[in-house]
């Protein structure tokens, strides 16, 4: 399926505002500046595992079903329901404090975290 693969984070926009918006502490937001986060995305329909997997070994999943509501995990570690969509291509979800989109362009992950006015966005190359 079109988003199924292994990516790596290439670049990265406005990460420090954003985290400072979302609540993080300056030394969290520090250590993640420059990590090199592997997103896995296994795709079945609209079933979906979306990983990613931070270098010091800790990761986080959240599994979904397009148009169904599912218990997520945001990037703090705090449980919540919502329902992701598919809207024209991308994915997007509603997270408690900011919106999400994912998309496939040129052949790599395109995701976009917006809260208020502070847009994250950040792009991952394919690995496999």
């Known amino acids: 399926m079109a988003f199924s693969g292994k ?5 990265e926009e406005n990460y420090e505002s954003f985290m400072k918006r979302m609540g993080f502490p300056a030394d969290t937001i520090e250590k993640g500046k ?20 931070y270098p010091s070994g800790h990761s986080m999943t959240n599994k979904f079903v397009i148009g169904k509501e ?29 919106h999400h989109t994912a998309e496939i362009a040129g052949g790599k992950l395109v995701e976009i975290s917006t809260i208020g006015d502070e847009t994250f966005k950040r792009i991952s190359k394919r690995l496999v």
């Open 70 to 98: 599912s218990e997520m995990e945001t990037m703090g570690g705090k449980k919540f329901k919502t329902t992701v969509k598919m809207e024209g291509g991308k994915v997007v979800a509603d997270f408690p404090n900011y």
């Open 7 to 11: 990516y790596e984070v290439e670049s």
């Open 34 to 53: 420059n990590f090199k986060i592997v997103t896995e995305v296994v795709q079945n329909g609209d079933e979906f595992t979306w990983s990613q997997i």
